[in-house]
């Protein structure tokens, strides 16, 4: 199972929006609609920021969106703020022997 | 309030069998639902899923690995242990336990890691 694809990183001014892609199969993502998307800081563990069913657990912001066509899923934050600034990963069901799949991450700079 | 830790050894010469053990608290491993998986991460690399038990005790493991891990849970303790056979430099990482969510394939709760060292 090969990890999913993300670009190595991406850049916003404050108050800019900010896309950050995942590209996998269509055994993963393209099949299955459970993708979620973690952010980590450095030192720090991941944190779940968006649920496999695309919803936002308690104190996540709504500046954090989510989006699928075909293979590719998609994490929009909208009004970056410097606490943004963190890696990303996005995680995809892969079926019953695979189970799940991370991307390789994204690490957002907020300029 | 879900946690969970990790905990075991820092330092593995390599061949050697790694133990780790996730400690945790806020739900039981024996409620319908409920898994427990274990995620690796290289010094400056990315999240890598490792293996995964549920409540019935169904275990599944990373396609490139299952052959050197295993999985058990203890539930009248609240453990669950990774086992990870013949270790290498490369194994080198910090290893996470979390929290599956219910019937659902995403990690809601996640224990600090624990950074486990490789060598000789």
């Known amino acids: 199972q090969s990890a999913l694809t993300q670009p190595r990183s991406v850049s916003g001014s404050p108050g800019q929006s900010v896309t950050i892609s995942c590209t996998g199969t269509?055994?993963?993502?393209?099949?299955?609609?459970?993708v979620s998307w973690y952010q980590q800081h450095p030192g720090k563990a991941p944190r779940l920021i968006i649920s496999?069913?695309?919803k936002r657990p308690s104190g996540v912001p709504d500046r954090f969106s989510v989006s699928k066509s075909g293979n590719t899923a998609s994490l929009t934050i909208s009004g970056l703020q410097t606490e943004d600034e963190a890696h990303y990963y996005c995680?995809?069901?892969?079926?019953?022997?695979?189970?799940?799949?991370f991307g390789g991450g994204t690490k957002l700079t907020v300029l | 309030q879900i946690t969970l830790k990790e905990s075991g050894p820092t330092l593995v010469k390599p061949t050697q069998t790694l133990t780790l053990t996730c400690t945790f608290s806020?739900?039981?491993?024996?409620?319908?639902?409920?898994?427990v998986g274990w995620i690796r991460q290289p010094p400056g690399k990315a999240l890598e899923w490792l293996a995964l038990?549920?409540?019935?005790?169904?275990?599944t493991y990373s396609p490139s690995l299952t052959n050197r891990l295993s999985i058990t849970k203890d539930t009248s303790k609240d453990q669950v242990v990774l086992t990870v056979t013949n270790i290498d430099p490369v194994d080198t990482a910090t290893y996470y336990c979390?929290?599956?969510?219910?019937?659902?394939?995403?990690?809601?709760?996640w224990g600090q890691g624990t950074l486990v060292t490789v060598s000789s």
């Open positions: 979390a929290h599956r969510g219910i019937w659902g394939w995403d990690f809601d709760n």
């Open positions: 806020g739900f039981s491993l024996s409620t319908r639902g409920v898994a």
């Open positions: 038990i549920q409540w019935d005790d169904a275990k």
């Open positions: 269509g055994s993963d993502v393209g099949y299955y609609n459970y």
């Open positions: 496999d069913v695309g």
């Open positions: 995680c995809s069901y892969a079926g019953t022997y695979s189970s799940v799949v």
